[in-house]
């Protein structure tokens, strides 16, 4: 089992910036990739950003390219999503997932969640 805790939404003004923490823990070195989704309320889970958790390698969204970044900290074992130039159409609730193979991503493959945390973006 890998547990997944997130933290770090709140409360930004337009054009600000926001960093997202998930701390893993447990059967870490049964993780393929991680990543981060997003919703908004009567539409579906999307993927913002993804990591391989071996090699590194990563993937933007074409919504959040250039503005979001995926990393890891390997010493610690959190994922973090660093959001810039936000907009309020980047409000919703952000969850980190995980999956254990190499599966495509979307929000039915991933095997563990999160709880989420919220961002809004004020205009």
């Known amino acids: 089992q890998v547990q997944l805790v997130e933290s770090g939404g709140g409360l930004v003004q337009t054009g600000g910036s926001l960093r997202l923490s998930c701390s893993v823990s447990?059967?870490?070195?049964?993780?393929?990739?991680m990543g981060w989704f997003r919703q908004v309320p009567g539409k579906e889970r999307t993927v913002v950003a993804a990591?391989?958790?071996?090699?590194?390698?990563?993937s933007v969204s074409d919504a959040a390219k250039g503005r979001f970044s995926i990393s890891k900290n390997s010493a610690d074992d959190t994922l973090y999503l660093q959001m810039g130039s936000l907009k309020p159409e980047d409000t919703a609730g952000y969850f980190c997932?995980?999956?254990?193979?190499?599966?495509?991503?979307?929000?039915?493959?991933?095997?563990?969640w999160g709880k989420g945390t919220l961002v809004t973006v004020s205009s």
């Open positions: 997932a995980a999956t254990v193979t190499a599966t495509p991503w979307v929000a039915d493959g991933m095997h563990y």
């Open positions: 447990g059967r870490t070195d049964s993780i393929y990739s």
């Open positions: 990591i391989n958790w071996n090699d590194n390698s990563t």
